[in-house]
């Protein structure tokens, strides 16, 4: 079980470095729009969780906590969607606005939304990591001279539980992580598209899709179980898959009849003089040359 454990961790945070740098070297670019994807996503949530936490206190002291326990449980799927939804978003459309201006290609939108979905993982790792710590070394250890008694029954609960799950739980967290990569960089490719396209319809549809993938997954959580759960993160990830290579198919290509043609015979200057002076019948005089020379 420490193996399945060991190997789930390395899933959330080894994967998206892995994939980050097999994107750079495709595209033959750095690291910069991977850490800027990262920073974008940490600042995010500085905003989304005290929000959460603070617009949660007062809906709660509303008469939502007079509704049914299943529209309590839609509402809150919604609203946490939406918030999500919301902050991300704009905080993606910001970057790409104010931070990387020069961004405006499918493969700089990838690998921007490499780096947010790269450091949710890393953090969501690390924390799996500490609990996986703590509950290695509380493991075979008498509790009662380090737990206090009124909470000694829930922490034993909770270690037994923990080394209960079977193996296909215990990994969960890294197939999520590898699910929901696919859910982050489509959405960037749907923001950058606002800059690409330049309709900002683009963001609102990031938005929207970002509020349903998360609020589907709250619901199948809440009324089924976290396998369900997960099978609807990864029907969204093939959707995401597909957003991801149609927006690569409709990226606008340089066209060729607008480029500056270049002459390549060194002698082009000279050759256009002479057609200029068997057009109007001159010779190549000094003093016919002077009379043309603005021509």
């Known amino acids: 079980m420490y193996g399945i454990r060991i190997l789930n961790i390395l899933l959330m945070i080894c994967m998206p470095v892995v994939l ?3 994107v750079n070297i495709k595209f033959k670019s750095n690291w910069q729009l991977w850490w800027i994807g990262g920073a974008v996503f940490i600042l995010s949530q500085i905003g989304h969780i005290p929000f959460n936490y603070f617009t949660s206190v007062l809906l709660y002291k509303t008469s939502l906590v007079l509704w049914p326990k299943v529209y309590q449980i839609i509402f809150n799927a919604l609203f946490l969607g939406l918030s999500a939804g919301l902050w991300e978003e704009l905080a993606r459309y910001s970057a790409f606005r104010w931070w990387v201006g020069e961004a405006r290609s499918w493969n700089q939108g990838v690998q921007l939304g490499i780096g947010h979905g ?14 996986f710590i703590q509950m290695v070394a509380m493991k075979d250890i008498d509790l009662r001279s380090l737990v206090p ?6 922490t034993l609960n909770s270690i037994n539980t923990y080394w209960a799950l079977p193996w296909y739980a215990a990994i969960l967290g890294g197939i999520e992580r590898m699910l929901t990569m696919p ?3 489509a959405m ?3 923001v950058v598209q606002v800059f690409i396209q330049k309709k900002i319809k683009w963001l609102w549809i990031a938005i ?14 809440s009324f089924y179980n976290v396998y369900i759960s997960e099978w609807g993160v990864a029907f969204f990830s093939l959707i995401s898959i597909c957003i991801i290579f149609v927006f ?19 002698d082009n200057n000279t050759d256009m003089l002479g057609e200029i002076l068997k057009n109007h019948n001159l010779e190549e005089t000094s003093e016919n040359l002077d009379a043309t020379k603005f021509q």
């Not at 790269?118 to 609990?131: A, D, P, Q, R």
């Not at 008694?149 to 829930?154: P, T, V, Y």
């Open 208 to 221: 929207i899709f970002h509020m349903i993938v998360d609020a589907t997954s709250v619901l199948l959580m």
């Open 188 to 190: 960037s490719v749907l």
């Open 183 to 185: 859910v982050q960089i």
């Open 20 to 22: 980050a740098a097999y």
């Open 248 to 266: 690569k198919t409709l990226e606008p290509k340089e066209d060729p009849d607008s480029r500056i043609e270049i002459y390549s015979r060194p």
């Open 149 to 154: 008694q009124d909470q000694l029954s829930q």
């Open 118 to 131: 790269s450091f949710e993982s890393i953090i969501l790792g690390l924390l799996v990591s500490y609990t």
